[in-house]
């Protein structure tokens, strides 16, 4: 049977009266608080980047997957603003957690961007209110971490206030898959907060899967994201073996997937980037090792995923040497550093690694990606060149490292560039200038 405070928070959200806050407005928090907005919520953006919240207010998009016409309508409507002063949350109904959780260094999580939103939560935390982290994190965080940062406020969770976690589950650029049609699980610490949290989500999204607790929720991310790290990983080491072997790994990966069933084609690549799969799985591996347990899995996976920025330059290097070059003094380009295909993120790009170990080899380095105007490299500040012009300069070598849609390959190999290819870009071309992974 519901509760009081249950009852009067459900409603709230059934009527469209819960003000809904979201903190951290990056790739995740964004459209999420958009769709919340085209839910028929009143939305407030928190963040503490006061250049975000000026530019939603005047209704302008820094997020490709958020086209600007339908963010601009949301602002004009009064569904949503944003703003940096984290005293009003309080205000809110709802508050959920979209920020950073990166890795230090030692590889260990980085949970302070978490504690700081939930230190701010927890100063203005009022009866009835919900509570979602989305934050990608290892299992227990919210329970082990949040919920006692909250209940010290002296209310009691799962019945004064609902806490859940909801693992965000976006893939930038995708053009089927968006906030709104991918499927949503929900756990709460208790049954309550389950309840309210899927009321939310099933407001807002068009499928909800409720789980049985905060940390199932919290491990199907890690289970996902480690998925595609290790099967990266094992195509990563195929594509190795078949360099050796002299096979086109490619031509087997596009075989093998005619198989209708038991087979799934992952690709080779110059290594992971973004925000998500070369980070996640050691959130999953440093929990694990607090229960004695050795995740080999992900710690191999990162191994051999981590060594291909390096594997990449060998093959620039092996590129060179068929035309009687060496990597020191050559001028070598990069086509694409974002770290995906049709996005301006450059997060764990690959391609930062790589244009590091060329600069370190002697080589000169220069790129061009239409996503990232600049990018920092040692200290230095590189503008990406216009790719016809960057062709006509005549490089030593080209490495296409981002296979972003509006490249003109058909120029590239025209040019008559010594090309290394790291994402079969330029599968319909052969010839003794190209490299392929
Ligand atoms: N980017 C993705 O594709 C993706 C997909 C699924 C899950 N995730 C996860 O979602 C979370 C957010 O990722 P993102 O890519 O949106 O990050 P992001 O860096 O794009 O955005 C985070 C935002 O949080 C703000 N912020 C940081 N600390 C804050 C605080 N204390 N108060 C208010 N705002 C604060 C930052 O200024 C930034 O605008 C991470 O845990 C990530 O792993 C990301």
Not at 42 to 71: C, H, M, W
Not at 270 to 293: E, M, N, T, V
């Amino acid at each position: 049977m519901s509760l009081p405070n249950t009852n009067s928070t459900l409603d709230r959200i059934r009527t469209r009266q819960a003000r809904v806050g979201v903190i951290g407005l990056g790739y995740v928090g964004l459209p999420l608080a958009v769709e919340f907005a085209h839910a028929g919520f009143d939305v407030t953006g928190f963040d503490v980047d006061p250049r975000k919240a000026e530019q939603i207010n005047a209704g302008k998009s820094y997020i490709p997957d958020v086209p600007e016409a339908d963010l601009a309508a949301c602002v004009k409507a009064g569904k949503l603003s944003a703003t940096t002063d984290m005293s009003q949350l309080g205000t809110m109904d709802v508050i959920d957690i979209c920020v950073p959780t990166p890795l230090r260094k030692t590889k260990d999580p980085d949970l302070s961007y978490v504690v700081h939103a939930v230190e701010a939560v927890a100063a203005t935390l009022k009866r009835g209110q919900l509570v979602i982290l989305e934050s990608t994190t290892y299992p227990g965080t919210t329970d082990e971490v949040v919920q006692p940062m909250l209940v010290a406020k002296g209310l009691e969770a799962d019945v004064d206030f609902f806490l859940a976690f909801s693992p965000e589950r976006v893939d930038p650029g995708n053009q089927q898959f968006n906030t709104k049609n991918i499927p949503k699980i929900v756990g709460g610490v208790g049954p309550a907060s389950t309840e309210v949290a899927a009321a939310l989500y099933g407001a807002t999204v068009q499928n909800v899967i409720p789980v049985s607790s905060t940390r199932v929720a919290e491990m199907v991310k890690l289970l996902e994201n480690t998925f595609r790290a290790v099967n990266i990983g094992l195509v990563n080491e195929m594509a190795l073996m078949c360099h050796k072997m002299n096979i086109d790994v490619w031509e087997v990966i596009d075989a093998a997937k005619t198989k209708p069933f038991g087979f799934m084609p992952f690709y080779p690549g110059p290594g992971l980037g973004g925000h998500c799969i070369p980070i996640d799985p050691f959130y999953l591996s440093w929990k694990a090792r607090q229960s004695g347990f050795e995740c080999r899995f992900i710690e191999l996976a990162g191994q051999v995923n981590g060594a291909m920025p390096e594997y990449v330059v060998q093959l620039v290097g092996e590129a060179l040497n068929s035309t009687r070059k060496a990597l020191n003094g050559s001028r070598v380009h990069l086509v694409g550093v974002a770290y995906k295909p049709n996005v301006n993120d450059v997060r764990e790009s690959p391609a930062l690694d790589i244009l590091e170990l060329l600069t370190r080899s002697g080589a000169e380095v220069s790129y061009t990606d239409p996503y990232v105007p600049e990018l920092k490299l040692d200290g230095r500040t590189l503008s990406s060149v216009d790719l016809p012009k960057a062709l006509a300069s005549r490089p030593d070598c080209g490495v296409i490292c981002t296979d972003h849609s509006v490249f003109d390959y058909q120029a590239v190999v025209d040019s008559g560039t010594l090309l290394v290819d790291t994402r079969n870009a330029l599968r319909q071309f052969t010839g003794p200038k190209i490299f392929r992974l």
